[in-house]
Nanobody
Framework: QVQLVESGGGLVQAGGSLRLSCAAS????????MGWFRQAPGKEREFVAS????????TYADSVKGRFTISIDNAKNTVYLQMNSLKPEDTAVYYC???????????WGQGTQVTVSS
Protein backbone atom coordinates (compact mmCIF):
# COMPACT_ATOMS: atom_id res chain seq x y z
CA GLN A 1 0.00 0.00 0.00
CA VAL A 2 1.26 3.45 -0.95
CA GLN A 3 -0.18 6.73 0.24
CA LEU A 4 0.25 9.81 -1.93
CA VAL A 5 -0.76 13.23 -0.70
CA GLU A 6 -0.72 16.12 -3.16
CA SER A 7 -0.68 19.79 -2.25
CA GLY A 8 0.09 23.16 -3.79
CA GLY A 9 -2.77 23.62 -6.20
CA GLY A 10 -4.72 26.83 -6.46
CA LEU A 11 -5.80 29.74 -8.62
CA VAL A 12 -3.19 31.68 -10.56
CA GLN A 13 -3.20 34.15 -13.43
CA ALA A 14 -1.83 33.22 -16.82
CA GLY A 15 1.94 33.57 -16.85
CA GLY A 16 2.18 32.77 -13.17
CA SER A 17 3.76 29.86 -11.33
CA LEU A 18 2.77 27.14 -8.91
CA ARG A 19 4.64 24.29 -7.28
CA LEU A 20 2.87 21.04 -6.59
CA SER A 21 4.10 18.57 -4.00
CA CYS A 22 3.40 14.87 -3.61
CA ALA A 23 4.41 13.28 -0.32
CA ALA A 24 4.73 9.51 -0.58
CA SER A 25 4.70 6.87 2.12
CA UNK A 26 4.66 3.07 1.91
CA UNK A 27 5.20 -0.07 3.92
CA UNK A 28 6.46 -2.65 1.44
CA UNK A 29 6.11 -1.20 -2.08
CA UNK A 30 8.89 1.09 -3.21
CA UNK A 31 8.10 3.03 -6.39
CA UNK A 32 10.36 2.79 -9.40
CA UNK A 33 9.03 6.02 -10.81
CA MET A 34 6.78 8.90 -9.86
CA GLY A 35 4.66 10.90 -12.23
CA TRP A 36 2.20 13.73 -12.59
CA PHE A 37 -0.94 13.44 -14.66
CA ARG A 38 -3.80 15.86 -15.16
CA GLN A 39 -7.44 15.73 -16.10
CA ALA A 40 -9.41 18.68 -17.40
CA PRO A 41 -13.23 18.72 -17.35
CA GLY A 42 -14.64 16.53 -20.10
CA LYS A 43 -11.23 15.19 -21.06
CA GLU A 44 -9.26 12.04 -20.36
CA ARG A 45 -6.45 11.97 -17.87
CA GLU A 46 -3.15 12.77 -19.58
CA PHE A 47 0.51 12.37 -18.78
CA VAL A 48 2.42 15.47 -17.70
CA ALA A 49 5.83 14.40 -16.39
CA SER A 50 7.64 11.54 -14.71
CA UNK A 51 10.87 10.89 -12.86
CA UNK A 52 12.61 7.75 -11.69
CA UNK A 53 12.89 7.41 -7.94
CA UNK A 54 16.65 7.73 -8.28
CA UNK A 55 16.06 11.05 -10.02
CA UNK A 56 18.23 10.03 -12.92
CA UNK A 57 15.64 10.16 -15.66
CA UNK A 58 12.82 12.57 -16.42
CA THR A 59 10.18 12.65 -19.14
CA TYR A 60 7.78 15.43 -20.12
CA ALA A 61 4.74 15.83 -22.28
CA ASP A 62 5.41 18.09 -25.25
CA SER A 63 2.79 20.53 -24.02
CA VAL A 64 4.75 21.33 -20.84
CA LYS A 65 8.36 21.02 -21.97
CA GLY A 66 10.36 24.09 -21.08
CA ARG A 67 7.69 25.29 -18.63
CA PHE A 68 7.35 22.51 -16.05
CA THR A 69 10.09 20.81 -14.05
CA ILE A 70 9.70 17.59 -12.08
CA SER A 71 12.09 16.86 -9.23
CA ILE A 72 12.40 14.55 -6.26
CA ASP A 73 13.67 14.84 -2.71
CA ASN A 74 14.46 11.28 -1.68
CA ALA A 75 15.11 12.27 1.94
CA LYS A 76 11.56 13.60 2.21
CA ASN A 77 9.95 11.03 -0.11
CA THR A 78 8.44 13.96 -1.95
CA VAL A 79 8.07 14.71 -5.64
CA TYR A 80 7.59 18.24 -6.92
CA LEU A 81 6.20 19.76 -10.09
CA GLN A 82 7.32 23.33 -10.65
CA MET A 83 4.97 24.94 -13.14
CA ASN A 84 5.99 28.21 -14.76
CA SER A 85 4.45 30.31 -17.51
CA LEU A 86 1.09 28.76 -16.80
CA LYS A 87 -1.62 28.92 -19.44
CA PRO A 88 -5.41 28.64 -19.13
CA GLU A 89 -5.17 25.27 -20.89
CA ASP A 90 -3.13 23.98 -17.95
CA THR A 91 -6.29 24.15 -15.84
CA ALA A 92 -7.03 20.66 -14.54
CA VAL A 93 -6.96 18.38 -11.54
CA TYR A 94 -3.37 17.22 -11.14
CA TYR A 95 -2.72 13.71 -9.87
CA CYS A 96 0.43 12.16 -8.50
CA UNK A 97 1.17 8.55 -9.43
CA UNK A 98 3.62 5.98 -8.12
CA UNK A 99 4.48 3.07 -10.38
CA UNK A 100 6.46 -0.16 -10.35
CA UNK A 101 9.21 -0.74 -12.89
CA UNK A 102 6.93 -2.60 -15.28
CA UNK A 103 4.08 -0.15 -14.72
CA UNK A 104 1.71 -2.90 -13.67
CA UNK A 105 1.39 -1.72 -10.08
CA UNK A 106 0.33 1.90 -9.76
CA UNK A 107 -1.02 4.08 -6.99
CA TRP A 108 -2.76 7.44 -7.34
CA GLY A 109 -3.14 10.43 -5.11
CA GLN A 110 -6.43 12.20 -4.57
CA GLY A 111 -5.62 15.10 -6.90
CA THR A 112 -5.19 18.83 -6.49
CA GLN A 113 -6.99 21.50 -8.52
CA VAL A 114 -5.00 23.96 -10.60
CA THR A 115 -6.92 26.82 -12.18
CA VAL A 116 -5.25 29.31 -14.50
CA SER A 117 -7.25 32.44 -15.29
CA SER A 118 -6.75 34.42 -18.48
Amino acid sequence: QVQLVESGGGLVQAGGSLRLSCAASWRTFRPYSMGWFRQAPGKEREFVASITWSGGSTTYADSVKGRFTISIDNAKNTVYLQMNSLKPEDTAVYYCRAASMNGVVVYWGQGTQVTVSS
